[in-house]
């Protein structure tokens, strides 16, 4: 191409947006005649945590229409919001839940989950009568009948099998493993003992592959019993077969959903930071009795135990970290499970994941991207997921504040879109109060 010409397309492609903006007004502006404008906002690039100020961003029919530092003005049934010193992330998605077999509770846990940003969630919970629910949710929600974020099926739970090793379930081509296995899961596979360890625990009296346990019953808890095991495989841990391991899970794909915060909840099962949550008037009170009955019961538990479950917690960070390091991909979770799952409040458990993984040293952006671009990664799903482009689906979060700056930030959710409805903070603060108050009265 001549330098002539490269002049003339570069003052066509000058002129363009002028010539756009005139048909649209007159006063340099682009009219709008539907749907919603996001304007004056900071776009958050997912891929590399850029910035984007000053951007004005067209949603409607569920979908992103426009993004454009061109002033977009509303006309018709269009409303313009100014989010001025706000970033627009996209809607959160919660990668590990058992929500939908509890869909019809009142309250429901959809006005929890959306306050706290969530968008969609894979259920974990995939039975014939779960999925038939997750698909008429969906289509309420879509019809506008209900708000509730995306129910994604993909798979059920994925627990190792105790019986084989996470190398060989790997190969064997198993796409993503959950709470890093379960019980001691993977962390089997990077003791040097392994080979001696994993039968005996098989023979044993051990109760696998739940300890220190998933508690639903109190008087289940098995924690003492089975910390001697957890020691063993703590001090035969050998880093650099956790390495290896990592480094065939990048190979072949496999990836992983910690939940962290389940890990957590259930090795600082008395902590007073659980007990204590003001966000527990969420739960309700039979749920809310079963956990401080198994806080009593973690109260008992030996030291010695405690102390083993509490280092066994802190090798699961340390293997989850390096497990990034070496390439495998990563995604969040919360694991929440009414009261199966022992003081995780719906929505709020994902950012309690957020700042796990933050303590397990990740990123602000890698936090993000592991509910975000990640997980719409893993689902084939990133032509409509996991980053604000034109074109994507229209699920947002609208932060006060930087979240590539401090991982807290992620937590301070001004409003949310879902499929381009815009829900203020005002609107998300009444949804939550209305729940709290159904509770109250029960
Ligand atoms: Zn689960």
Redesign the pocket.
Same mark, same amino acid.
């Given at each position: 191409m001549t330098r002539h010409k490269h002049a003339f397309l570069g003052a066509l492609s000058a002129l363009l947006p002028i010539l756009a903006a005139c048909g649209g007004g007159g006063d340099g502006g682009i009219d709008v005649a539907g749907g919603t404008i996001l304007q004056n906002a900071t776009v958050v690039n997912t891929r590399d945590g850029s910035l984007a100020a000053g951007m004005n961003v067209h949603v409607e029919g569920g979908k992103i229409r426009r993004i454009t530092s061109q002033p977009l003005r509303a006309t018709g049934g269009a409303q313009a919001i100014d989010v001025s010193g706000k970033y627009v992330v996209p809607g959160y998605l919660d990668m /590990?839940a /058992?929500a939908v077999e509890s869909a019809d509770r009142d309250p429901p846990y959809w006005p929890m989950m959306l306050a706290s940003g969530i968008t969609g969630f894979r259920e &974990?919970s995939d039975s014939p009568a779960n999925m038939e629910r997750g698909k008429v949710l969906n289509q309420d929600s879509a019809a506008g009948r209900v708000l509730a974020p995306e129910v994604i099926f993909h798979g059920g &739970?994925a627990h190792l099998n105790p019986t084989i090793s996470a190398r060989d379930a790997s190969n064997a081509g198993a796409p993503s493993f *959950? /709470?890093l296995g379960a019980g001691w899961g993977l962390l089997m596979d990077c003791s040097s003992e392994e080979q001696t360890l994993r039968p005996a625990a098989l023979a044993g009296s051990l109760k696998p592959p739940f300890p220190p346990t998933f508690v639903t019953n109190p008087r289940a808890y098995d924690g003492a019993q089975n910390a001697p095991f957890y020691q063993r495989i703590l001090d035969t841990y050998d880093e650099a077969k956790c390495v290896e391991l990592s480094k065939l899970f990048a190979k072949n794909g496999t990836w992983q959903t910690l939940?962290l915060i389940?890990l957590r909840t259930q090795d600082y099962g008395n902590d007073a930071q659980y007990r204590n949550d003001p966000n527990l008037v969420y739960i309700d009170k039979s749920t809310r009795a079963i956990w401080q009955q198994v806080g009593d019961q973690f109260a008992k538990l030996p030291a010695s135990a405690v102390t083993t479950l509490q280092q066994f917690y802190e090798l699961q960070k340390r293997v989850s970290k390096l497990m990034k390091q070496n390439g495998v991909k990563i995604m969040a979770g919360s *694991?929440f499970?009414g009261d199966m799952s022992i003081w995780l409040v719906p929505g709020v458990s994902l950012h309690q994941e957020f700042r796990e993984l933050a303590s397990a040293g990740f990123s602000p952006l890698e936090v993000l991207q592991m509910a975000t671009r990640d997980p719409a990664e893993f689902l084939g799903r990133q032509s409509s997921l996991g980053s604000v482009e034109e074109g994507k689906d229209a699920d947002l979060v609208v932060l006060d504040a930087n979240p590539v700056a401090d991982v807290a930030n992620l937590d301070r959710i001004s409003a949310v879109v879902l499929k381009g409805r815009y829900l203020s903070g005002a609107a998300l603060g009444k949804m939550k109060a209305d729940a709290a108050a159904a509770i109250a009265r029960q």
């Amino acid at each position: 191409m001549t330098r002539h010409k490269h002049a003339f397309l570069g003052a066509l492609s000058a002129l363009l947006p002028i010539l756009a903006a005139c048909g649209g007004g007159g006063d340099g502006g682009i009219d709008v005649a539907g749907g919603t404008i996001l304007q004056n906002a900071t776009v958050v690039n997912t891929r590399d945590g850029s910035l984007a100020a000053g951007m004005n961003v067209h949603v409607e029919g569920g979908k992103i229409r426009r993004i454009t530092s061109q002033p977009l003005r509303a006309t018709g049934g269009a409303q313009a919001i100014d989010v001025s010193g706000k970033y627009v992330v996209p809607g959160y998605l919660d990668m /590990h839940a /058992h929500a939908v077999e509890s869909a019809d509770r009142d309250p429901p846990y959809w006005p929890m989950m959306l306050a706290s940003g969530i968008t969609g969630f894979r259920e &974990e919970s995939d039975s014939p009568a779960n999925m038939e629910r997750g698909k008429v949710l969906n289509q309420d929600s879509a019809a506008g009948r209900v708000l509730a974020p995306e129910v994604i099926f993909h798979g059920g &739970e994925a627990h190792l099998n105790p019986t084989i090793s996470a190398r060989d379930a790997s190969n064997a081509g198993a796409p993503s493993f *959950d /709470h890093l296995g379960a019980g001691w899961g993977l962390l089997m596979d990077c003791s040097s003992e392994e080979q001696t360890l994993r039968p005996a625990a098989l023979a044993g009296s051990l109760k696998p592959p739940f300890p220190p346990t998933f508690v639903t019953n109190p008087r289940a808890y098995d924690g003492a019993q089975n910390a001697p095991f957890y020691q063993r495989i703590l001090d035969t841990y050998d880093e650099a077969k956790c390495v290896e391991l990592s480094k065939l899970f990048a190979k072949n794909g496999t990836w992983q959903t910690l939940t962290l915060i389940r890990l957590r909840t259930q090795d600082y099962g008395n902590d007073a930071q659980y007990r204590n949550d003001p966000n527990l008037v969420y739960i309700d009170k039979s749920t809310r009795a079963i956990w401080q009955q198994v806080g009593d019961q973690f109260a008992k538990l030996p030291a010695s135990a405690v102390t083993t479950l509490q280092q066994f917690y802190e090798l699961q960070k340390r293997v989850s970290k390096l497990m990034k390091q070496n390439g495998v991909k990563i995604m969040a979770g919360s *694991d929440f499970s009414g009261d199966m799952s022992i003081w995780l409040v719906p929505g709020v458990s994902l950012h309690q994941e957020f700042r796990e993984l933050a303590s397990a040293g990740f990123s602000p952006l890698e936090v993000l991207q592991m509910a975000t671009r990640d997980p719409a990664e893993f689902l084939g799903r990133q032509s409509s997921l996991g980053s604000v482009e034109e074109g994507k689906d229209a699920d947002l979060v609208v932060l006060d504040a930087n979240p590539v700056a401090d991982v807290a930030n992620l937590d301070r959710i001004s409003a949310v879109v879902l499929k381009g409805r815009y829900l203020s903070g005002a609107a998300l603060g009444k949804m939550k109060a209305d729940a709290a108050a159904a509770i109250a009265r029960q």
